[in-house]
């Protein structure tokens, strides 16, 4: 019977930290995609095996709720996953993060699509479910998150803040802009006095994929204790969403 959940640890370097020597959200979002890929290929549905069909998973949306501060040093950093469910064009992951085998810092919800690469549309899952997969169960009682349809609110209006040109180190395999870079710009192009806080949640929504040699426009609204960031590209169509509610 196919694995239930897939643990990855990884060990958290002095070199990954950011200046205020925390594990930056682009790095950690990035070890949640690597934990996703990795079960995804146990179960035999991995990168490896769709590429030879043109297809590939793609990261639709994400929360993040903390319950404690980001990652620290001197401890590995636990990421347990698990699919929640397969409808149509969706699956449904949950992640659990953590630094002990005790205590959880976060807990995440996602959506993926499986995306042709020929059309670059997203295509039905029925024939690739792993038909003895048991969804994910968390005998702990873990809270995960609920991901809005919505992250930033139809009353907020960003404001452009600058532009960024998808580069050859932006891009992955996919061909297109990468999950870490869509958020390592985003985070850019915050105040930088906000980033001396910690992170309460965040949300993601990757609307429409960037090739390279794409201009992107960045804008962004502030509220209190919470900052979005909208970024758009030829004709101000939206392309990446994110929210982040601060402790």
């Given at each position: 019977?196919?694995?239930?959940?897939?643990?990855?640890?990884?060990?958290?370097?002095?070199?990954?930290?950011?200046?205020?020597?925390?594990?930056?959200?682009?790095?950690?979002?990035?070890?949640?995609?690597?934990?996703?890929?990795?079960?995804?290929?146990?179960?035999?549905?991995?990168?490896?095996?769709?590429?030879?069909?043109?297809?590939?998973?793609?990261?639709?949306?994400?929360?993040?709720?903390?319950?404690?501060?980001?990652?620290?040093?001197?401890?590995?950093?636990?990421?347990?996953?698990?699919?929640?469910?397969?409808?149509?064009?969706?699956?449904d992951?949950?992640?659990?993060?953590?630094?002990?085998?005790?205590r959880?810092?976060?807990?995440?919800?996602?959506?993926w699509?499986?995306?042709?690469?020929?059309?670059?549309?997203?295509?039905?899952?029925?024939?690739?479910?792993?038909v003895?997969?048991?969804?994910?169960?968390?005998?702990?009682?873990?809270?995960?998150?609920?991901?809005?349809?919505?992250?930033?609110?139809s009353?907020v209006?960003?404001?452009?803040?600058?532009?960024?040109?998808?580069?050859?180190?932006?891009?992955?395999?996919?061909?297109?802009?990468?999950?870490?870079?869509?958020?390592?710009?985003?985070?850019?192009?915050?105040?930088?006095?906000?980033?001396?806080?910690?992170?309460?949640?965040?949300?993601?929504?990757?609307?429409?994929?960037?090739?390279?040699?794409?201009?992107?426009?960045?804008?962004?609204?502030?509220?209190?204790d919470?900052?979005?960031?909208?970024?758009?590209?030829?004709?101000?169509?939206?392309?990446?969403?994110?929210?982040?509610?601060?402790?």
């Amino acid at each position: 019977m196919s694995s239930q959940t897939y643990t990855l640890q990884s060990t958290i370097r002095p070199f990954d930290l950011d200046f205020r020597q925390r594990y930056p959200l682009s790095r950690l979002v990035s070890l949640m995609v690597e934990a996703a890929g990795e079960h995804a290929l146990e179960l035999g549905i991995g990168e490896e095996v769709l590429l030879e069909e043109g297809r590939t998973w793609v990261l639709r949306r994400l929360t993040i709720d903390f319950e404690d501060a980001t990652p620290v040093l001197g401890r590995p950093l636990i990421i347990d996953t698990g699919v929640r469910s397969w409808s149509g064009m969706r699956s449904d992951r949950v992640f659990v993060l953590r630094q002990s085998d005790d205590r959880a810092f976060a807990s995440a919800s996602s959506e993926w699509v499986m995306l042709d690469f020929a059309t670059r549309r997203p295509v039905r899952l029925s024939d690739r479910a792993p038909v003895d997969l048991l969804p994910y169960t968390n005998a702990g009682g873990m809270e995960f998150p609920m991901v809005p349809r919505q992250v930033i609110p139809s009353d907020v209006a960003p404001s452009l803040v600058g532009a960024h040109t998808v580069r050859y180190s932006d891009m992955d395999l996919n061909r297109h802009f990468n999950t870490s870079a869509w958020i390592a710009t985003t985070m850019n192009h915050l105040p930088i006095n906000h980033l001396d806080r910690e992170m309460k949640s965040v949300s993601i929504s990757f609307i429409r994929e960037a090739l390279y040699g794409d201009t992107l426009d960045v804008h962004r609204a502030s509220r209190e204790d919470m900052d979005f960031v909208r970024i758009t590209g030829s004709g101000g169509a939206t392309h990446y969403e994110q929210s982040v509610v601060w402790q």
